[in-house]
């Protein structure tokens, strides 16, 4: 399997702009995850699925910020319209179950300028 | 106030140094995981840990439930370990993460 496959690898876009960044698991993982990285807050979680289904949103910032998995083999997570304060490097994340290890996509790097 | 909280924030040891960093949550969990950065910013997990001890090469990692505390040990260091080691642990639904250990190794 080539492991988590996340796009684009960077993304450089206006404020107010929409952006759209995608995933595509391991297969046969039935948990995916969505992060965020920045220098100021660290790594977050901002939602997992299960079986296609989010478990848990509360990480999501804003409402501008949507994610859906409309099969186990693509995530997405939206956000718009898109702020400054967004630009971070967005990891998905996706486990056999939520007792197993995680394996970690390269990352997106967002800039919104 | 971090739930959890890692130590040293920044460590810097020669080549073959025996390294320990440390974590310590605040929570009753159900899982701690140590996960590594590299420079590059790719995240590899390097264990998950819901009690004792695990090994992996020259990479332990031990945990007491009681002390709520963790410990990442590295043998016979080496440059190539140098990246940023994450401590993070989930409680039912939740995911915490410490701020992390960034980690030098000088040859």
């Known amino acids: 399997d080539a492991g988590v496959i996340q796009s684009p690898r960077h993304e450089v876009t206006e404020m107010g702009q929409e952006v759209t960044l995608r995933c595509k698991p391991i297969?046969?993982?039935?948990?995916l995850f969505w992060y965020r990285q920045t220098m100021m807050r660290g790594l977050e979680l901002l939602i997992y699925?299960?079986?296609?289904?989010?478990?848990?949103d509360s990480g999501m910032p804003e409402d501008r910020f949507s994610a859906k998995m409309p099969n186990a083999s693509f995530s997405t997570l939206k956000i718009q319209p898109s702020e400054p304060r967004d630009s971070a490097v967005y990891f998905c994340a996706s486990s056999r179950d939520r007792n197993t290890e995680a394996f970690f996509g390269q990352g997106t790097r967002l800039t919104v300028v | 106030k971090n739930e959890v909280e890692q130590s040293p924030q920044n460590l810097t040891a020669q080549e073959g140094e025996f390294i320990t960093i440390n974590c310590s949550y605040s929570v009753g969990i159900s899982a701690l995981h140590w996960l590594q950065q590299h420079p590059g910013g790719g995240i590899v997990s390097l264990f998950m840990l819901s009690s004792g001890k695990k090994k992996h090469g020259r990479l332990i990692a031990t945990i007491n439930i009681q002390e709520k505390h963790s410990s990442l040990h590295i043998t016979a260091s080496h440059p190539r370990d140098s990246a940023v080691y994450i401590c993070?642990?989930?409680?039912?639904?939740?995911?915490?993460f410490g701020t992390g250990t960034s980690l030098t190794v000088i040859p």
């Open positions: 699925f299960n079986n296609n289904v989010p478990i848990d």
């Open positions: 297969s046969g993982h039935d948990y």
């Open positions: 993070a642990v989930r409680r039912g639904n939740q995911f915490y």
